[in-house]
């Protein structure tokens, strides 16, 4: 089958084969075998090693339901349009865990859905610990949404705007003003005008019930940990209320968030895939009206490169996706 694949002494080198072989039939009940339709990357696809990750890259996918276990109990049958995550999911062919996927709803393509997985699990559940609850007192919150317009960072400025938060701060380039805007974002702060940041940062202090960092220690060198904690509300006896939420961190960071031993107030996500949470973040997107920002790509060894090239870039806006429907 056609896959994207791992190659190379370090395991990190990102191809394109055709001649790979397609995953068994599901051996356990909770197994489904997908025909993949789009699979969208993120970038632990091309930093984990192949001994980290296995040789078929990716995780997040689209695609129809080929096999199912016979003793499977899970709901989900042969035919049924699927999506979430599969291991080495950019390929023709994946295997999938029942829990990790959910039926694609109507009125929604496999490229968009594709998109609609570890990005909107990430921001879904970094609002969750900011408190940011789809109920009658999200319009009175404040978010700060920093890296608004990756991918990351869109999905929550976009599940924000689907909560009705009423102030939503996106930090990215000033070219991406009008883009966020677009999406949801209230205000906007140019984090390349270095006057801007520091007054923004200043004059917000005990200002935002949560604050989602996708930027920090994203590859850039940008580390707004300890600057955020400050703008976090509180009490009125001083206490921390707010959330610092965050993709990344230091080594000693992700040490704290493995053994369980993360500073109250200051967390690093690692995320949950799980089918709920992908129904909850397209009832949030339906309700925005909004649809996953995504660039399109073949999926052959030109698309597999570009897509790859603009990914390490960290200058795509939204999700970068691969079309195997389109290329077949």
């Not at 999911?89 to 039926?103: G, M, P, S, V």
């Not at 929604?108 to 879904?124: E, G, H, M, R």
């Not at 319009?139 to 705007?161: H, N, R, T, W």
């Not at 999406?183 to 200002?207: C, I, M, P, R, W």
């Amino acid at each position: 089958m056609k896959a994207t694949i791992k190659t190379g002494v370090l395991g990190t080198t990102i191809s394109f084969s055709q001649k790979v072989s397609a995953p068994s039939e599901p051996k356990d009940k909770d197994s489904v075998l997908v025909k993949v339709h789009a699979g969208a990357i993120n970038p632990i696809d091309y930093k984990l090693p192949r001994f980290a990750s296995g040789t078929v890259v990716g995780q997040d996918f689209c695609g129809t339901i080929e096999q199912v276990h016979p003793d499977s109990d899970s709901g989900f049958q042969v035919g049924d349009l699927v999506f979430g995550k599969a291991k080495g999911a950019l390929a023709e062919y994946a295997l999938a865990t029942a829990k990790e996927i959910a039926k694609t709803p109507d009125g929604w393509n496999p490229v968009d859905c594709a998109a609609l997985t570890t990005a909107y699990w990430s921001a879904i559940q970094s609002l969750r610990k900011g408190k940011i609850l789809p109920d009658a007192t999200a319009p009175q919150k404040s978010v700060l949404v920093i890296g608004a317009s990756g991918g990351c960072g869109l999905a929550g400025v976009q599940l924000c705007a689907g909560m009705g938060v009423s102030r939503i701060v996106a930090i990215c380039s000033q070219k991406n003003e009008a883009f966020v805007k677009e999406h949801g974002a209230t205000e906007v702060v140019n984090y390349a005008d270095a006057s801007e940041l520091e007054s923004f940062f200043a004059d917000n202090q005990g200002k935002f019930d949560c604050v989602y960092d996708t930027a920090t220690y994203s590859g850039g060198g940008a580390n707004y940990w300890e600057s955020s904690i400050a703008l976090l509300k509180q009490d009125g006896g001083g206490n921390t209320v707010g959330e610092y939420t965050t993709l990344n961190g230091s080594p000693s960071k992700w040490i704290r968030a493995m053994s369980g031993s993360q500073k109250e107030h200051e967390t690093l996500i690692i995320m949950d895939a799980n089918g709920p949470d992908l129904e909850l973040v397209v009832k949030l997107m339906e309700t925005a009206k909004a649809k996953p920002v995504t660039t399109p790509f073949s999926f052959d060894e030109k698309g597999i490169q570009d897509g790859f090239k603009l990914l390490k870039s960290r200058r795509a806006k939204g999700k970068i996706v691969f079309d195997l429907l389109a290329s077949s």
